[in-house]
């Protein structure tokens, strides 16, 4: 299989703009994200896909490869794909912009489900990690998926899920970290797929593979790492990097 790495990159961010920008001890979030995935030494080839000349010649002018998207795009998925459609590849993954603690481990698992027994039920791949804070579990900036016996996704929500009206059931929470390893072909059918009524209310892009019947299987990792959403978020990275 021919596996490649796509970080979608918008410069503009409504809760954080520039944030890929923002300086992470000493380099740019972006270039520390890039860095990050392409030291894993699990890609033949890794991309930064953005609409910003700013950042395109940061990772450019770095040695990194960056491609500069053509249309305005709503989601990093719908980007990723404009990306690929001329590429041979076999499976694509999509490391957020926004995560500079990418590592081996958790993508190294997320990829060895496309060869396991079940590799041709599975259309894309994701990671999720068991979080017990209610104040997390309650935070609709926290996305939470929940999964059947085989971990494939059920539902994606900023929501608690399940429903705690009992909180002794035994139930664990996941929190939905953004990394996803699709087939080609899934994530194309993705761009041409309109947007449902989930996605439009949730505001999750993964909802629109669940709704047209794709199947999402889930990964459980232990890393959990820093996403940088918000300053905050940028100061407590800054601190684990030290």
Known sequence: MKIISMIPARFSASRFPGKLMQDLEGKPVIRR??????????FDDVYVVTDS??????????????????????????????A???????????????????ERSSLKKLLDVFRSDDAHEIDLASLMVEITDWD????PNTVKVIVDQQNFALYFS?????????????????????????????LLDFSKLPMQALEASEKIECLRYLEYGKKIKMVETHVEGVEIDT????????????
């Open 53 to 82: 000349e700013t950042i395109f010649n940061e990772i450019t002018e770095h040695g990194g490869k960056a491609i500069m998207s053509i249309k305005e795009h709503e989601s990093g998925s719908d980007r990723i794909a404009e």
């Open 158 to 186: 900023r929501s608690a899920i399940p429903f705690p009206r009992d909180k002794k059931s035994g139930a664990r929470y996941f929190k939905h970290k953004g990394i996803y390893a699709f087939r080609k072909q899934a």
């Open 231 to 242: 300053p905050e978020d940028l100061e407590r990275a800054k601190k684990l990097w030290k």
């Open 136 to 139: 997390e579990i309650n935070n």
């Open 33 to 42: 994200t890039y860095e990050a995935t392409d030291a894993t030494g699990l």
């Open 84 to 102: 690929v459609k001329d590429l041979d590849v076999d499976i694509v993954v999509n490391v957020q912009g926004d995560e500079p603690f990418t």
